[in-house]
C-alpha cells in the first residue's frame, strides 16, 4: 500500500479516536455551569422522586430560611469553590456534606440540614466542584473531588479549631467522594466519621453499567470514555476507587443504600461494606430508589445512625438539648 494512503488511513483514525473521546468528555465529564437561579427549586427529575416533592420543597424552603455563613476555598489545581455552613451551637460537631453526580447541595441534600440539626450537628453543605457557586467543568466521578472534601475538612479545623470534631457525609457521587477521602486523603484528625449513602463502587463500573441502559457496548466503549478522561478532563479515571478506599478507611463508615436503587445498585453500598475493615454498619430500606432512603425511613435511619454513632463515639447532642 502506497505510504501516503498508510498515512491519510492513520491520521483518519486519528481523527475518529479524539472526536470520540471528545463526544465521551461531553457526555461523562463536561459540566456547563449556570447562573444560580434562587427562584427555582432544584427537584430531582423522576417518577419514583414526585410522591416526595411535597416533603422536599418543605425542607427547601425551610433550608433557604436559615442563616447560614458563605465559605470558599481554592482548589489544588486553582478552582474557586463555595459551601454554606449552618451552625446548630457554637461548638457543635460538623458534618461536611456533598452532592452526587450533577446534582445540588440543595436538592441532592434537602432535609440534610434538618436531620443533622436533629442529631445537634452543625452543617457545611459543599456545592461540588462545576456546581451551584463553585468553578469548574469536569466531573471527576469522586477523584479530584475527594481532594476537594480533604480541603474542606482542613478549612474547618483552620476555622472553628483543634477540638472540632467532623464528620464526612456524601449522596451519590458524594458518597463516593467521602470513602475515597477517607481512604487515600490525609485527612486531619478531627475527622471522625463517614455516613456514606448510594455510592458507587468505582467509576469504572458505574459508567459501564449505564453504558449497558444506554446500549452501548462497555468493553468497546468504555476505553474510549477513560482516554477522555485523561485527554480533556486531564485525570485518570481509575486512579482511586470507593471499593478500593473502602480497604483502606480506618474511620467509622455509615452505609446507606435503598434495596430497589436502579441507577447505584445497592450491591455496590454492599461490597464497600464487606471490604470495609474499620467500624461499620449497612442500612438499607426496601423498596427505597436512588437517594431517597432517608426519605423513605427517616425514623428508621435517624434511629440507625444514632446508634451507630453512640456506638463509635462520634458525638450527638443529649435528647434533651436537641
Same mark, same amino acid.
Given at each position: ?19 470520540? !473521546? ?38 427547601? @424552603? ?16 486553582? $478552582? ?14 460538623? *458534618? ?25 450537628? +452543625?452543617? $457545611? ?5 462545576? +456546581?451551584?457557586? +463553585? ?19 482542613? $478549612? ?15 449522596? +451519590? ?15 486531619? @484528625? ?72 436502579? /441507577? ?42 444514632? *446508634? /451507630?454513632? !453512640? ?12
Amino acid at each position: 500500500m502506497d505510504m501516503n494512503i498508510v498515512m491519510i488511513v492513520l491520521a483518519a483514525l486519528a481523527v475518529l479516536v479524539l472526536v470520540t !473521546c471528545y463526544i465521551c468528555y461531553r457526555m461523562a465529564f463536561y459540566a456547563q455551569r449556570k447562573p444560580v437561579d434562587e427562584s427555582v427549586m432544584p427537584l430531582p427529575k423522576g417518577r419514583i422522586y414526585e410522591p416526595y416533592y411535597p416533603q422536599m420543597r418543605q425542607w427547601m @424552603e425551610e433550608l433557604r430560611a436559615m442563616p447560614c455563613e458563605e465559605m470558599e476555598i481554592t482548589s489544588f489545581d486553582g $478552582l474557586r469553590l463555595h459551601a454554606r455552613f449552618y451552625e446548630y451551637a457554637p461548638g457543635a460537631s460538623i *458534618e461536611l456534606m456533598v452532592h452526587g453526580y450533577r446534582g445540588t447541595a440543595e436538592g441532592d441534600l434537602c432535609g440534610g440540614v434538618q436531620r443533622c440539626f436533629s442529631l445537634g450537628r +452543625s452543617v $457545611l453543605l459543599v456545592d461540588q466542584r462545576t +456546581s451551584g457557586k +463553585s468553578e469548574g467543568h469536569t466531573i471527576t466521578f469522586g477523584i479530584n473531588e475527594s481532594r476537594d472534601c480533604a480541603a474542606w475538612a482542613r $478549612l474547618l479545623v483552620e476555622r472553628f479549631g483543634e477540638d472540632v470534631q467532623i464528620i464526612i457525609t456524601g449522596i +451519590s457521587m458524594g458518597a463516593s467522594t467521602v470513602l475515597i477521602a477517607a481512604g487515600y486523603e490525609d485527612l486531619p @484528625e478531627q475527622v471522625v466519621g463517614v455516613i456514606a449513602d448510594c455510592g458507587f463502587s468505582s467509576a469504572k463500573e458505574i459508567i459501564q453499567k449505564v453504558m449497558v441502559k444506554m446500549h452501548f457496548p462497555p468493553r468497546l466503549m468504555y476505553p474510549f470514555v477513560k482516554l477522555a478522561a485523561r485527554l480533556f478532563g486531564h485525570f485518570d479515571l481509575e486512579e482511586r476507587t470507593a471499593l478500593e478506599a473502602a480497604k483502606r478507611c480506618h474511620l467509622p463508615v455509615f452505609f446507606i443504600h435503598g434495596e430497589d436503587d436502579r /441507577f447505584v445498585p445497592c450491591d455496590m453500598s454492599r461490597r464497600c461494606y464487606e471490604a470495609c475493615c474499620a467500624p461499620k454498619h449497612l442500612f438499607t430500606v426496601p423498596e427505597a430508589g436512588h437517594g431517597i432512603a432517608y426519605i423513605m425511613d427517616t425514623a428508621g435511619y435517624v434511629r440507625a445512625l444514632t *446508634e /451507630f454513632s !453512640c456506638a463509635n463515639g462520634i458525638p450527638i447532642a443529649p435528647a434533651a438539648e436537641r
